[in-house]
């Protein structure tokens, strides 16, 4: 069965950093890619940054570009996502979800309980 | 980017009814599209990809139709645990976008 558990949420001031966890289990870890996708408080899906496999290739919406940094450790089959610089509006319910082969070009067939990341002074 | 405008935003329905949800894109994403349930307080749930594939374990009630920027996901007859949220989201380009949600609410 494939499971994914986030961990790392939590409280953190405007300008704070906070590094989200995600570790994967019943399948193959290496060989797919990996998203994180959040929902702001009452609102919609947002996806915000994608990572290859092998980590080979990475994607960040712009919204998060400069800021964000995801990658991973495939032989603790966990996916990180580095948030610096914090702001108000990256306050929301982030979900790792897992991908297909490649990178961007697939759905995301299972997703994480998610992690609730509140940005506030 | 590519822009998915989901509609109607908000719909109320009865059990049994037929119900029709739509999605377009701002560009053509050919068949990458896919179709997600999120019940409240809940992760998304995948129910179709690439268009019309239903995904394990999603019952046979759900399809979906389309291509290039014109999408339907259809529930051929509503049971009280499909009111739900449902998202569009595209897998043809990044950013993957999703479209707005539209809330399916007990009539």
């Known amino acids: 069965e494939v499971q994914l558990l986030e961990s790392g949420g939590d409280l953190v001031q405007p300008g704070g950093s906070l590094r989200l966890s995600c570790v994967g289990s019943g399948f193959i870890f290496s060989n797919y890619a990996m998203s994180w996708v959040r929902q702001a408080p009452g609102k919609g899906l947002e996806w915000v940054s994608a990572i290859a496999g092998t980590s080979e290739t990475t994607y960040y919406a712009d919204s998060v570009k400069g800021r964000f940094t995801i990658y991973r450790d495939n032989s603790e089959n966990t996916v990180f996502l580095q948030m610096n610089n914090l702001r108000v509006e990256d306050t929301a319910i982030y979900y790792c979800?897992?991908?297909?082969?490649?990178?961007?070009?697939?759905?995301?067939?299972?997703w994480g309980q998610g992690t609730l990341v509140t940005v506030s002074s | 980017d590519i822009q998915l405008t989901q509609s109607p935003y908000s719909l109320s329905a009865s059990v049994g009814d037929r119900v029709t949800i739509t999605c377009r894109a701002s560009?053509?994403?050919?068949?990458?599209l896919n179709w997600y349930q999120q019940k409240p307080g809940k992760a998304p749930n995948l129910l179709i990809y690439g268009t019309s594939s239903l995904q394990r374990g999603v019952p046979s009630r759900f399809s979906g139709s389309g291509s290039g920027t014109d999408f339907t996901l259809t529930i051929s007859t509503l049971q009280p645990e499909d009111f739900a949220t449902y998202y569009c989201q595209q897998s043809y380009s990044t950013p993957n976008t999703f479209g707005q949600g539209t809330n399916l609410e007990i009539k």
């Open positions: 560009q053509s994403v050919r068949i990458y």
């Open positions: 979800a897992k991908e297909g082969l490649i990178v961007g070009k697939s759905q995301f067939d299972y």
